[in-house]
């Protein structure tokens, strides 16, 4: 990729451009190198002249609240996209329908779902996530995932060329989809029932509650490091961290969550290979014990 041609291609192009760009504040463990392009759109039609001439074949990674992606700490040889507040507005559609930019927070469209006196969105308070990485991942906790309240999809494709899916034309999994990797997300459509407000604000205090009683917080982690092995036990994956690791293992400033099992803190400056490390550790330990092999929930973007 030649830095200097595209930077003469980009010069008229609107929205924040940059070369060069530092992720490590930019995700939740803190940790990265630079990236070659960094660029937030401010617009749609910015978002489809900078797909344009990016071109299709070009490492592209789209970046939402950054809770749980991992960076490498080298120099990631693309561009990563990261949508503006434009993306991120929320409307009722009706009494029962809400459209949510992408880039708009799990959390955000919870509490307009509250305000909206609308039942069904009250996990989302819970997950520190946007909503395009909630798509993608199927996000969930406390027995509710995105699948749940979805509707449909409204993505872009690499080409510039828009889409509509329905909910019940994508095959959700436990934290996955079989949405392309290209396509980037725009907005979502989702469904809820009508319930008094003070009924909703109860059950997302208590579900609030709950996930603060078992999970750490204000700390630098990427959240739940592996998905639970439904197929393989009946045990929760911490369970299996537990019985399998030494609490105290550490690899430079990646450590083990004292709190919860399965969520890895940088405690201060740790790189990737620090916590890629624990992370290999940590499966290796917990196959030789027990049988199971794990699954990354986080995503090493490399």
Not at 13 to 24: A, C, D, I, P, R
Not at 39 to 45: I, R, V
Not at 105 to 122: P, Q, R
Not at 129 to 153: A, P, Q, T, W, Y
Request: glycine share 8%; aromatic share 10%.
């Amino acid at each position: 990729m030649d830095i200097k041609n595209f930077e003469n291609q980009f010069k008229n192009l609107n929205g924040k451009l940059y070369f060069n760009y530092s992720l490590k504040k930019l995700n939740w463990f803190n940790i990265g190198g630079d990236v070659k392009i960094y660029f937030k759109p401010d617009t749609f039609q910015n978002l489809i002249e900078f797909l344009k001439l990016y071109g299709k074949e070009e490492k592209l990674f789209v970046l939402g609240a950054g809770s749980n992606v991992l960076f490498k700490d080298e120099l990631f040889e693309g561009a990563v996209i990261k949508l503006s507040k434009n993306f991120s507005r929320i409307s009722l559609l009706n009494e029962n329908t809400i459209i949510a930019g992408s880039g708009a927070l799990d959390k955000t469209l919870s509490e307009f779902a509250m305000e909206n006196s609308l039942s069904g969105f009250e996990f989302l308070s819970c997950i520190p996530g946007s909503i395009g990485g909630g798509i993608r991942m199927n996000s969930g906790c406390f027995d509710r995932e995105f699948k749940d309240i979805l509707i449909s999809v409204q993505a872009v494709t690499r080409s510039g060329e828009i889409l509509t899916i329905p909910a019940k034309e994508i095959v959700f999994g436990y934290r996955s989809c079989n949405l392309d990797k290209d396509l980037i997300f725009l907005s979502a459509t989702f469904k809820g029932n009508k319930k008094k407000k003070n009924e909703i604000e109860k059950e997302v205090n208590n579900l609030k509650n709950k996930k603060e009683k078992a999970q750490p917080t204000k700390i630098k982690t990427g959240g739940s490091t592996f998905k639970n092995p439904i197929k393989q036990t009946n045990k929760k994956v911490w369970e299996v961290i537990k019985e399998s690791v030494p609490s105290d293992i550490q690899f430079g400033d990646a450590i083990i969550s004292d709190k919860h099992a399965n969520f890895f803190i940088n405690k201060n400056n740790a790189s990737y290979k620090d916590m890629k490390k624990l992370i290999d550790f940590v499966k290796e330990k917990v196959k030789n014990k027990t049988g199971v092999n794990l699954d990354l929930e986080i995503i090493l973007v490399e």
